[in-house]
């Protein structure tokens, strides 16, 4: 049967290498597009996000990450994905709220051929402070929200293999019943 969205969801894996070629805004642009249609609790839109193209800044926004933050080092572009948690009701799913439009964001990016990971910041440590002060001071985000993850982005450095149907874990999935 025809599964547009399996063809796009296999063919994504973690690129942690990139080219050097220059993607181009209007590229980024339509990725953020995408990002902003994703579910929120209650809608109540939450998430913002940082993108940042110049090569100095995502060298600083790595080394605010003790362990494996260079690896962003090679990117085009790094979108920092925070949400608004000062408000406490719209601060419980501020999780969920990100990692959803995170997923959006690397699905949208395969869509273009490139390649994008994941990088996690929630409790993770800087130099001096964890990793989310660190980045919000950098970038001058207010008070009242928190960075849940990058997301690096670049043309693909390195091959990965596609998922295929033997590769699925079939058996996490219950019908009816565990
Ligand atoms: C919540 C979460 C946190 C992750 N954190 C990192 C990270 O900090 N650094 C990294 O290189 N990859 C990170 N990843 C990517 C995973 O390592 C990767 O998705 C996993 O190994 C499966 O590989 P695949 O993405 O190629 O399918 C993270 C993924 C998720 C969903």
């Not at 085009?76 to 964001?105: H, L, N, P």
């Not at 996690?120 to 985000?141: C, F």
Request: glycine share 8%.
């Amino acid at each position: 049967m025809k599964n547009d969205l399996y063809e796009l969801t296999r063919t994504r894996r973690s690129v942690r290498r990139y080219g050097s070629e220059h993607i181009d805004d209007e590229i980024i642009s339509e990725i953020m597009k995408v990002a902003l249609t994703a579910p929120t609790s209650f809608g109540h839109k939450p998430v913002e996000y940082v993108v940042v193209r110049d090569k100095d800044m995502i060298r600083k926004i790595g080394a605010c990450k003790q362990m494996g933050g260079s690896q962003i080092n090679g990117a085009d572009a790094v979108i920092v994905v925070m949400v608004k948690t000062a408000d406490k009701r719209q601060a419980e799913f501020w999780i969920e709220d990100g990692a959803i439009a995170s997923a959006y964001i690397l699905l949208a990016v395969e869509q273009y051929g490139l390649g994008a990971c994941w990088v996690h910041i929630r409790n993770r440590m800087g130099q001096r402070g964890t990793s989310d002060q660190e980045i919000r001071s950098l970038l001058g985000v207010p008070d009242g929200y928190t960075v849940l993850n990058l997301v690096a982005i670049g043309e693909k450095g390195e091959t990965k293999k596609a998922y295929t149907d033997v590769d699925l874990h079939t058996e996490n999935v219950h019908y009816e019943k565990y």
